[in-house]
């Protein structure tokens, strides 16, 4: 899997290049996990989109930190009712505000030795519990001995490969079926990705977890910040002064 997914794809892909059932209530199957593209659109492709996306994200970040990147813990909290056959999905918890369906998480319960571990998606969220997409097999306790991890990669990552991966399909199908140029779309999410890029390149938004490349003799987590420069290439600093 690359710095994003399929779902995370088709969440940014408009209607127009979706599939949906004309009796739905409200659309949701555009949104639900498994929902399926139209027809026309290979998932062979997409996923090599991906690939290719993840490629030029980690040759531009690669004078910065080491890649590829890895996911890193964005969220934990304590099981707060026990897990057992007779409650395989539901898994509740202090506080859900941080999760949305597709998140990957962890579970990690040091009440066992050693520590049993099990990774699953989220499906559903609701309050103060949510549900997985697979059953949990281990019966879990409640309890500080028993943890939810979500796992993610840096914050804006995942955002700008799905982007990008967006725009790759919009300009292929959209030049296709429509106009040899690009889509305007594609294009807007090219940019948007671009942005974010840059502001990482340019030490606005860290990448937090990974291992920095800095000066050679010397730790760059060090140091609080990269040589921030605003949009027209001078330090923020300098741009305040003038």
């Known amino acids: 899997m690359g ?10 892909i408009a209607q127009a290049l979706t599939s949906s059932s004309p009796g739905s209530t409200g659309r949701t199957d555009l949104w639900d996990i498994g929902n399926s ?4 659109i290979s998932l062979t492709l997409v996923n090599e989109f991906i690939r290719w996306a993840g490629d030029e994200i980690d040759s531009d970040l690669s004078e910065m930190y080491r890649t590829p990147l890895f996911k890193i813990s964005h ?3 304590y099981l707060e009712q026990d897990i057992n056959e007779y409650n395989p999905t539901t898994v509740v918890v202090s506080d859900t505000t ?3 369906p597709g998140d990957e998480i962890i579970i990690i319960s040091t009440a066992f030795d050693p520590a049993i571990k099990e990774k699953h998606i989220v499906a559903t969220v609701d309050d103060d519990e949510f549900t997985t997409v697979d059953p949990i097999f281990t019966d879990f306790p409640a309890g500080e001995e028993t943890r939810i991890v979500r796992i993610v990669y840096p914050p804006a990552i995942t955002l700008v490969c799905a982007r990008k991966v967006a725009a790759n399909i919009y300009d292929k199908y959209f030049s296709a079926q429509a106009s040899p140029d690009m889509s305007d779309y594609g294009n807007t999410l090219r940019a948007m990705a671009m942005d974010q890029m840059s502001d990482i390149l340019n030490g606005i938004i860290i990448l937090h977890g990974q291992k920095r490349i800095g000066n050679r003799f010397a730790n760059s987590n060090l140091y609080d910040r990269y040589q ?6 001078n330090d923020t600093r300098e741009l305040k002064k003038q």
């Open 3 to 12: 710095y994003c997914t399929i779902n995370n794809v088709k969440n940014i």
């Open 37 to 40: 593209w139209d027809s026309d």
């Open 75 to 77: 969220g934990e909290w």
């Open 98 to 100: 941080n999760l949305v």
């Open 228 to 233: 921030i420069l605003g949009r027209e290439g």
